[in-house]
T-cell receptor, first 116, second 113 residues
Framework: DSGVTQTPKHLITATGQRVTLRCSPR?????VYWYQQSLDQGLQFLIQ???????AKGNILERFSAQQFPDLHSELNLSSLELGDSALYFC???????????????FGSGTRLTVV | TQLLEQSPQFLSIQEGENLTVYCNSS?????LQWYRQEPGEGPVLLVT???GGEVKKLKRLTFQFGDARKDSSLHITAAQPGDTGLYLC?????????????WGLGTSLAVNP
């Protein structure tokens, strides 16, 4: 158990629908990162939150949004889903907003999203 | 666009063999991390290398950061089935900013008993 909790583990939904993925960071970590992993593109950074505020954006589509709540858990909202959104979605957490070089991310077990 | 290329993409070996996997780029990174990912799980950090030419050992795993900080290698001695997994490298383009790590696609390693 990495200490980062993601729910649900699996999600199957239809095109056009909207889903919410949830992440609870490791205790003491203030930063939450969302990643998308697909076979052809590997791990793609989507967005980072630190202590409730958005701090960095990556290749996140406009149909996707996220937020971090006062209790530091985060939610990733995916809307108007397309077949190509099928992927593994990982949440990771770290202590600080930037992170010293020797600090890595602690990843959750991911949510496997299948859009049919 | 900075890219990290990992090779080989797939590797299947017998228990007890040695292997080396590579992570290469044309760009300089301030630091580089190696992760191992098992099926159904998230990546787990193995090591971070920061200094050009740095060598770090983690039991049977030896990690090296290239002198120019553009490439890295991971050598496994006497591989065991428990080493099976996807090995990912991730580079930090800027010092003190690892929130936008650049990730390789990984080397999928299978160690057969």
């Amino acid at each position: 158990d990495s200490g980062v909790t993601q729910t649900p583990k699996h999600l199957i939904t239809a095109t056009g629908q909207r889903v919410t993925l949830r992440c609870s960071p490791r205790s003491g970590d203030l930063s939450v990162y969302w990643y998308q992993q697909s076979l052809d593109q590997g791990l793609q950074f989507l967005i980072q939150y630190y202590n409730g505020e958005e701090r960095a954006k990556g290749n996140i589509l406009e149909r996707f949004s996220a937020q971090q709540f006062p209790d530091l858990h985060s939610e990733l909202n995916l809307s108007s889903l397309e077949l190509g959104d099928s992927a593994l979605y990982f949440c990771a957490s770290s202590v600080g907003v930037i992170g010293p070089p020797n600090y890595g991310y602690t990843f959750g077990s991911g949510t496997r999203l299948t859009v049919v | 666009t900075q890219l990290l290329e990992q090779s080989p993409q797939f590797l299947s070996i017998q228990e007890g063999e040695n292997l080396t996997v590579y992570c290469n780029s044309s760009s300089v990174f301030s630091s580089l991390q190696w992760y191992r990912q098992e099926p159904g799980e998230g990546p787990v950090l193995l090591v971070t290398v920061v200094t050009g030419g740095e060598v770090k050992k983690l039991k049977r795993l030896t990690f090296q950061f290239g002198d120019a900080r553009k490439d890295s290698s991971l050598h496994i001695t006497a591989a065991q089935p428990g080493d099976t997994g996807l090995y990912l490298c991730a580079g930090a383009p800027n010092a003190g900013n690892n929130r936008k790590l650049i990730w390789g696609l990984g080397t999928s390693l299978a160690v057969n008993p």
